[in-house]
């Protein structure tokens, strides 16, 4: 894909991401309040979790969300299941990241608690030793496509948009993001894609790469996800694991390695006053469009 093309593409398909995540931002998030905000689902006979974020319309993550989702992670491994499929409860948001509302005058200590958690998850999903798939049932943006990101394999269904796009939020990509996304795609379309903070359609995604299949819908998804973690069926996990750790060492350290000043850096990005202006000022067009 060439630069003017994603150029285009990239202008048009944030302004029609925007307008969907502000009309749906101030809904009703919470439908989820006195429920589980992780599902997990295992299928006995294959020893498969479907592990589902329950927080629907935008499957947003807030610090009980990462939190929860993180014991999911470890029940799953050590409970040793076969494999893990990620997907959401919504009918059409897969994730859109970090709830806003979370980073809004935020108290710091949760803020603090809020991107451990988040990098936790990323590091056990990262370097699980049971094999993952992410069955992307809608819109993946931002830290929701890192985590799809972070599974082995990303089914995706038709009519949705993925893509880190923090670059056109003035936001710097982190280095582990740029190498994470470098494991995936090829180093060119990774750069073009996150320097101009790219959200791509579903076949756009597939073409270059992002994801691996498309489904005709999630019972289609997860069936295709069902038939790619059984590849692995008959392959012994500890030999499977550590060779798949070893693809992915450098991202797994640079998440390790600097977590602290991970998390400090995004605090004070976060708590900055320019940061919470831009903030308030999304809250506010998306309240205007109520």
């Keep these: ?25 101030i809904r009703n998030q919470s439908s989820a309040t006195n429920q589980s905000l992780i599902l997990t689902d295992v299928n006995d006979k294959t020893g498969f979790a479907t592990v589902a974020f329950n927080r629907p319309p935008m499957s947003n993550f807030t610090l009980e969300l990462l939190q929860d989702f993180s014991k ?37 200590a949760r803020l603090k608690a809020l991107r451990t958690a988040y990098i936790d998850c990323c590091i056990k999903l990262y370097s699980s ?10 819109h993946a943006i931002g830290g929701g496509c890192f985590i799809a990101m972070a599974c082995e394999y990303r089914i995706m269904l038709p009519n949705s948009k993925i893509g880190l796009n923090e670059t056109q939020l003035g936001i710097a990509i982190p280095e582990v993001a740029v190498h994470a996304t470098r494991n995936i795609i090829s180093s060119r379309d990774a750069e073009m ?98």
């Design 1 to 25: 894909m060439n630069s003017t093309c994603l150029q285009k593409t990239t202008r048009i398909l944030n302004k029609n991401v925007f307008k969907c995540f502000l009309n749906s931002h």
């Design 72 to 108: 999911s992670l470890d029940e799953v491994e050590s409970k040793n299941y076969k494999g893990m499929i990620l997907t959401s409860t919504s009918p059409t948001v897969f994730s859109a990241g970090l709830d806003l509302k979370e980073l809004l005058n935020p108290e710091p």
């Design 129 to 138: 030793m049971y094999p993952t798939v992410a069955a992307i049932n809608g």
């Design 193 to 290: 894609a996150l320097t101009l903070g790219s959200v791509f359609t579903t076949d756009e995604a597939l073409k270059i790469g992002l994801i691996d299949e498309v489904a005709e819908n999630k019972e289609d998804a997860l069936a295709k996800s069902e038939k790619f973690l059984s590849l692995f069926k008959k392959i012994p996990k500890r030999a499977r694991g550590i060779t798949k750790q070893f693809f992915r060492k450098k991202v797994i350290d640079l998440m390790t390695n600097n977590r602290e000043k991970d998390v400090e850096a995004f605090v004070s990005y976060v708590m900055n006053p320019a940061s919470q202006k831009s903030f308030q000022a999304f809250l506010d067009e998306a309240k205007n469009k109520k």
